[in-house]
């Protein structure tokens, strides 16, 4: 199979398309023909060595997202076959590129995955696990025990757009910032105040933040006291007189929860976009464009 490699630290120059034995599927794992394959900033940190718990020696693959086709299904597997449409996050912070998404051919485990909605295109099901699934799991650690005010930052982005619309959803009162120009698309996620993506936000406190850019103390100092802060990456602590939670929010598989998001997705409840789509030998050019920044919506690598 064709695949995607980091070959050493670096720019998007290190990225080299090479021909890597055809993986198997073991206990517990389907083999998928992978369609899709969505690029993240986490790939740009994983080629760059600048990830937590430190670099991944290489060569490997990087890559979470991918959507495609069961080709193969290992013992001990139920409720997928060959032929079915499938859509999955790899938890790329576990396999360190073993797999990773960036490949025709991904032994998946199973319950990674979770079946792609007639009528949903497999380029459009690869922007969604990673990121549903990130502000799925903030919104979670929120805990809020009723509707509330909710600040949304990075709401043009793909966490913090899934987050505005699920906190919507959830009946909380949301109020997103959006990139410049971008301030359309975020009012058209349902939220109730568009703001403008600015160094201070002029703003009552709020119960609850979520800062998906992450913006660190600009944010944070918008939860009101008792309230929560989530937020994507680690930020500084704020004063603990302040009584606000600060929480960071790690990704994790959940099969349930992502066939829900799909189905979302897939009859119009959740939206998301596709910037652009590359062959699996334009990898190094979405790496650039994504470094390059202004994006709206994800890169999609086709193999």
Not at 141 to 147: K, S, V
């Amino acid at each position: 199979m064709r695949a995607v490699v980091v070959t050493a630290p670096g720019g998007p120059e290190v990225l080299r398309l090479v021909e890597l034995p055809d993986p198997a599927p073991g206990p517990g794992q389907v083999l998928v023909r992978v369609r899709a394959a969505a690029v993240h900033p986490a790939d740009l940190a994983a080629r760059t060595g600048h990830l937590p718990g430190g670099p991944v020696p290489p060569p490997f693959v990087p890559g979470w997202d991918i959507a495609g086709d069961v080709l193969a299904v290992g013992d001990r597997v139920s409720g997928l076959a060959v032929g079915d449409r499938v859509a999955g996050m790899i938890p790329w912070f576990l396999t360190r590129g073993t797999p990773g998404g960036y490949a025709e051919l991904v032994a998946a485990d199973a319950e990674w995955l979770a079946p792609i909605p007639a009528g949903l295109d497999p380029v459009v099901a690869a922007t969604v696990p990673l990121n549903a699934l990130t502000a799925h799991r903030a919104l979670q650690i929120m805990a809020l025990p009723g509707p509330a005010t909710v600040l949304v930052t990075g709401a043009s982005g793909g966490v913090g757009g899934f987050g505005a619309q699920l906190a919507v959803q959830a009946g909380h009162t949301v109020l997103a910032s959006a990139t410049h120009g971008d301030e359309d698309w975020v009012a058209g996620l349902g939220v109730h105040t568009v703001l403008p993506r600015s160094a201070a936000f002029d703003l009552d406190p709020v119960p609850a933040v979520l800062d998906a850019v992450p913006l660190g103390d600009l944010a944070g100092l918008q939860a009101a006291a008792g309230g929560v802060s989530v937020s994507t990456r680690p930020v500084p602590a704020l004063d603990p007189a302040r009584k606000v939670r600060q929480e960071l929010v790690l990704v994790r598989t959940d099969r349930l929860a992502l066939g829900d998001l799909l189905e979302a997705v897939a009859d119009g409840r959740l939206r998301t976009r596709v910037a652009a789509t590359l062959p699996l030998a334009g990898a190094a050019e979405a790496h650039r464009r994504v470094e390059a920044g202004g994006l709206l919506g994800k890169i999609v690598l086709v193999p």
